[in-house]
Each structure stands twice: as C-alpha cells, then as structure tokens.
C-alpha cells in the first residue's frame, strides 16, 4: 500500500512584509511574493508578472522615496489574493526624488508594471506613496 502523500502546503490568503529600503531588501521581498504567489496556486505566468511588477515598484521606492545621502526609511509590501483577483500594494515611507544619476532604464518602471498589471493606482501622501497593482483572475488563477 503506498503511503498518503502529504497534503500540500498553501499560504494565508494574505501576506504583509516590511523591510528597509535597499536594494538587497526589495529582492528578498521580491523572492518572498513569488513563491508565495506560487504557493497560493498561481499560473507560473502570472507568477512571473507579479514578480516583475512588484520589483520594480520596490525599487521605484529604493531609488526615488529617499534622498541619496539620508537615512532611507521602510517599504512595505501587502498582497491579497481571492479567487477573482489579486491585489499587491507596494508604500513607501518618504518623499519622491529625482533620479540619482542619468541611466539609460529610468523612466520605465511604470510603464511595465501598467503593461504587466490590470490596474495600476499610485496613491502619493505627505506620509509616502502606495503603488496599488491588481490583476483579475479566472478560477485557478489565470488572467482573465
């Protein structure tokens, strides 16, 4: 007889994390949403697009929420997933500034996270700013 395999593990419907605004922080949290994404039963695809997505809202907050030189406050990442969507906010704690230098990938972050997201809110207040990203699933998780 062959033993029952072990039910497999699926993560709250909700997953809230705070780290430091530095880069080495919004991969780690940029690693933690996919596998979360991926645990929660998510289309690989769909993994993918929030994985993008959700970092470059993180390192928007990295690059332009603090000024170079200061001490850099947090980032806060929340997702919501239900059975017809999902729903990730990336806030950050500081005040927009200019980029830190020319590069030629500034000014792209946004438009890919509208291109890979359903809809895109940008939320700015005195306290800081709140990138909404929501996409509409069908059941199982893929787009719709």
Same mark, same amino acid.
């Not at 596998?35 to 994985?51: I, Y």
């Not at 997505?53 to 947090?74: D, I, P, R, T």
């Not at 306290?127 to 929501?134: A, K, S, W, Y």
């Given at each position: 007889?062959?033993?029952?395999?072990?039910?497999?593990?699926?993560?709250?419907?909700?997953?809230? #994390?705070?780290?430091?605004?530095?880069?080495?922080?919004?991969?780690?949290?940029?690693?933690?949403?996919?596998?979360?994404?991926?645990?929660?039963?998510?289309?690989?695809?769909?993994?993918?697009?929030?994985?993008?997505?959700?970092?470059?809202?993180?390192?928007?907050?990295?690059?332009?929420?603090?000024?170079?030189?200061?001490?850099?406050?947090?980032?806060? #990442?929340?997702?919501?997933?239900?059975?017809?969507?999902?729903?990730?906010?990336?806030?950050?704690?500081?005040?927009?500034?200019?980029?830190?230098?020319? $590069?030629?990938?500034?000014? #792209?972050?946004?438009?890919?996270?509208?291109?890979?997201?359903?809809?895109?809110?940008?939320?700015?207040?005195? $306290?800081?700013?709140?990138?909404?990203?929501?996409?509409?699933?069908?059941?199982?998780?893929?787009?719709?």
């Amino acid at each position: 007889m062959c033993p029952a395999s072990a039910p497999q593990y699926r993560p709250p419907a909700t997953l809230h #994390l705070h780290e430091p605004a530095h880069v080495p922080h919004a991969a780690t949290l940029r690693r933690a949403v996919a596998r979360w994404a991926g645990a929660r039963g998510l289309a690989p695809p769909l993994v993918t697009d929030v994985e993008l997505a959700v970092y470059e809202a993180l390192s928007n907050a990295v690059e332009h929420a603090y000024a170079a030189g200061s001490a850099s406050g947090g980032v806060e #990442l929340r997702a919501h997933h239900e059975e017809r969507s999902l729903r990730i906010t990336v806030t950050d704690e500081g005040r927009w500034q200019p980029p830190r230098g020319p $590069h030629l990938c500034h000014g #792209l972050g946004l438009p890919l996270i509208r291109a890979l997201a359903d809809d895109v809110a940008i939320t700015p207040t005195p $306290h800081g700013t709140t990138v909404t990203m929501t996409w509409h699933l069908t059941p199982g998780g893929v787009y719709d």
